[in-house]
């Protein structure tokens, strides 16, 4: 996976109603990039796993989805980094950008 070079002038414009943003969704291209990680996740436990007790549980798109709204700022840094587990000695790592992967959700109720 590549990413682009972030350009903070490209944020002057996002309204920030408080420093946490809790409430994001995936854009199609960042539906794409989580199940693609989410696959290479289940390969690489299957490759890896020695006992049942080496297993943990995998990451979902909706856990990803809970983790940004927990832990991104946007105006601080606008891009999404994590490790998840794929078993209990073995990690993989996602990077998801502000606005390509990944947007803030609107209600219009």
């Given at each position: ?36 990680f ?10 890896l ?35 998840w ?11 998801l ?13």
């Amino acid at each position: 996976m590549n990413f682009e070079e972030i350009n903070f002038e490209d944020f002057e414009d996002v309204d920030f109603e408080s420093e946490y943003n809790d409430d994001f969704e995936f854009t199609e291209e960042g539906e794409k990039v989580v199940q693609e990680f989410i696959n290479e996740c289940q390969i690489k436990q299957k490759k890896l796993l020695n006992a049942e007790s080496d297993a943990v549980k995998l990451p979902t798109k909706e856990a990803i989805l809970k983790d940004i709204d927990q832990t991104v700022i946007v105006r601080e840094n606008p891009e999404y980094v994590s490790d998840w587990n794929v078993t209990k000695d073995y990690s993989m790592q996602i990077k998801l950008l502000y606005r390509k992967h990944f947007v803030k959700a609107y209600s219009f109720l």
